[in-house]
């Protein structure tokens, strides 16, 4: 097939969208920064970079490269590469349960799950990218979208910020930031395209609000004249959710992660060398904003940033937002009898990896248990102190009370969770740390307080253990709860006692998922093995001490 010359244009144009950054082939390649189980995927996907590293002894990865675990995953891809092939796939989902009533087969179910909840998602991103204005030469501007215009990117791009400045009031999920021509480039637009993909007109469903705006400017960006300021770095614009509950915040930073991958046109891809611009006016705070530097080791920039100026964007990253229709995962359709997201437990392990979280070895079978205690108003647990001392008579459990409230460190918090075998506590916000449980792990959800699917479809996608309350005539709540707004009877704001030998007894259910998990026992017996190499060291070097005290 012969391409034309303008859409190859395009293609190049696209290829390089965070190529402008020579670190990529400088000799430090701190940029990769990636788990050690990514890194075969990702030096698969860029091939010359391997075969730099393994030439260059500066390269900190290349006794990774040469290791038996490395080339034993050297064929393995994310999945959403064109010559990924399913034996391949990073991801590993199951489906034990029924398809039936669902989909006709269970190769179908599988697929659906890998599509609604894993890298399939971001393949169908890929797969959906039209170009909307279209470049003339190699560095003009250029904008490329997927279906709905959920998830963009764009070259020598040009939005105008300068009416922000007489704008009094607070700017946060506003559909008129920009109003018609304050975005656009000089390029070839296709309007009739891009005004086919606005149906999803919402703050935090598409890029629709912005980009309907979108025209063609008279002169190419590079001649100037233009703006007041040109952002040299890859830019990522994010239209954030809540940044004070940790479950909506992080389906930001999920998008987010994804938004890379779809991306990922470039080793810098991952590189934490980009700016960020939160699109309202609130400056950027939240319990959780450690987060942030798994992304970018520079400020968070917010629209006061560049009120009254016209920016410009050398590269732009318009990344997958946190309420689209069917996305990820607010609210997502995950279908029924599938879990082990292999997305989602990337995302965990490269957070975690970034953050410096340690996963702690112990060589022996007792099960880490953290009980979350809430200190807020509704849905604290009254009887805490008897269930806690009930399975604490348990000498196989390690048993720990924390309260994650806004005081705690969040990556304190994270080295908690990290090293948690049983994660128990009440429905809310604070559940979302399941997505950085181990994979033996089992969550526990109290009580889901009639929000049944919620965490249970979370803990899915993660792939860990989920249980609740499954008696009712056991749970005591201290009256029927009355929504604060005069919405009548709701589960979620009132308090709730639980029978202690119930309670037990589902803490054991779980106790045996983790105890007789694969993984479990590998973890264990590596732990073992290190022991025994430490000990065995110490033992050589208390002989040598010994040894130079006698000569």
Known sequence: MVLSRVFLIALATFGTTLCDNPRAFESDYHFIDLPKSHLPLYFRRFPKLEAKCQTDPSCEYRDAISTDSFQSRKELCWGYEDNCVESSRFSRPRCPGSHKGYVKSKETQLETFYAQGDFGFVRDQVREMRIMCEPTFPHDSALECSKYLRFCRGRNIMMNFTDLATRNEPLRYKMDVLSQGQIGGHCKLHRERLENELDHISPLQSWGPELRFFETLPQPLTEGGHCDVTIERPAFIMKIDATINMYHHFCDFINLYMSQHANLSDPDGFSTDVEMLVWESYTYSSPFAEAFKVFTRHPIADLKTYAGQVVCFKNLVLPLLPRMIFGLYYNT???????????????????????????????????????????TKFRRVLNEHDLLEEISEDERYLVNRVSYSYKMDFREQLRITRNTDIFIGM??????????????????????????????????????????????????????????????????????????????????????HVWNHAEYEQFVERSRREERRSCSSRRRLRRSCEDGRQH
Request: with cysteine; net charge neutral.
């Open 333 to 375: 359709p995950i279908i029924s009898g599938c879990e082990n997201s292999g997305l989602f437990q990337a995302f965990s392990e490269h957070v975690l990896h970034r953050l410096r979280i340690p996963l702690k070895s112990h060589t022996d079978r007792k099960l880490r248990i953290t009980f979350l205690s809430r200190d």
């Open 427 to 512: 429905h809310g916000a604070g559940l979302t740390h399941l997505l950085f449980l181990p994979k033996w792990a089992a969550l526990f959800e109290l009580y889901h307080c009639e929000d049944t699917n919620c965490y249970k479809d979370l803990a899915r996608l993660k792939g860990v253990r989920y249980l609740t309350w499954e008696n009712d005539t056991l749970l005591y709540p201290e009256d029927e709860g009355q929504h604060p707004d005069g919405g009548g009877r709701h589960a979620k704001f009132t308090n709730y006692a639980f029978d202690k030998k119930e309670f037990a007894r589902l803490v054991a259910v779980a106790a045996e």
